[in-house]
Nanobody, 125 residues
């Protein structure tokens, strides 16, 4: 029922910035936990950041201090501001919505009910 559409990916040089957006529709946005995940070629999907239903924010160690997740409930949109990008950040980035996760449980892919199609982020060295 919930639809998620990511945008904002692209090609950037190392040290640059990108802002990803994820627009949601179908249900009350503010009641969902929202997460960002990424998958690089040859690697498994990994957690990037999450906004829990209770308002907490969580980040994976490799992006802590560089990435910032936020949400605009009026626009049914979540964002991922990515600064100081590194080649290791190159991946397809997906947003996801969970109707039930809480706390650090929102850091697991299995906690999410709905997924966007992904947007490519490529960081050149």
């Amino acid at each position: 029922q919930v639809q998620l559409v990511e945008s904002g990916g692209g090609l950037v040089q190392a040290g640059g910035s990108l802002r990803l957006s994820c627009a949601a529709s179908g249900r009350t946005f503010s009641s969902y936990g929202m997460g960002w995940f990424r998958q690089a070629p040859g690697k498994e999907r990994e957690f990037v950041a999450a906004l829990s239903r209770s308002g907490g924010k969580y980040y994976a160690d490799p992006v802590t201090g560089r990435f910032t997740a936020s949400r605009d409930n009026a626009k049914n949109t979540v964002y991922l501001q990515m600064n100081s990008l590194k080649p290791e950040d190159t991946a397809v980035y997906h947003c996801a919505a969970s109707t039930w996760c809480s706390g650090y449980g929102c850091n697991r892919s299995s906690s999410y009910n709905y997924w966007g199609q992904g947007t490519q982020v490529t960081v050149s060295s």
